[in-house]
């Protein structure tokens, strides 16, 4: 049995097969070892939750 990620946003079940997002959270830390975490998100959750988001540049 594959396991289903979880909607970072709304918490439901995104099916790998299906369009979505994955987000891997790269923390760099200069005192201590990297983390990394990783997100799933359905697009239409993920266009919401980063609508407000800007670009780096
Ligand atoms: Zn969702």
Known sequence: ???QPTCAVCGSKVPP?????HVVANAKRMRD???REDY???PSCWREETAEWRDPA
């Open 1 to 3: 049995m594959t396991e």
């Open 17 to 21: 097969d299906e369009d979505h997002v």
């Open 33 to 35: 070892r990297d983390g």
């Open 40 to 42: 799933y998100a359905h």
